[in-house]
């Protein structure tokens, strides 16, 4: 294999780790809205309200937090592969 070849196969799965993170701090972004401010979550398909750690926040509202992370050092990684090119 080639390096080139390497390269796009890394970049394209990449990409698609990106996209699952952006929906991720979508989805999870709606359920946490729902939670906090509305104080309903029941959307059918899912059903939040249960704590996840000791601080008292809904479980959803971490799945943001690990989401928006994830999205910002993906972002970080692929921009810092498009200079070094």
Avoid at 35 to 46: A, I, S, Y
Avoid at 52 to 76: K, W
């Amino acid at each position: 294999m080639r390096y080139d070849d390497i390269m796009i196969k890394q970049r394209t799965l990449l990409l698609i780790a990106l996209s699952v993170s952006i929906f991720g701090v979508a989805f999870s972004s709606v359920l946490s809205y729902r939670e906090l401010f509305l104080g309903d979550c029941n959307l059918g398909l899912v059903s939040c309200g249960t704590s996840g750690l000791d601080l008292g926040l809904p479980a959803c509202v971490y799945g943001l937090f690990m989401y928006s992370i994830l999205t910002i050092l993906l972002s970080i990684i692929i921009l810092n592969k498009d200079r070094s090119r």
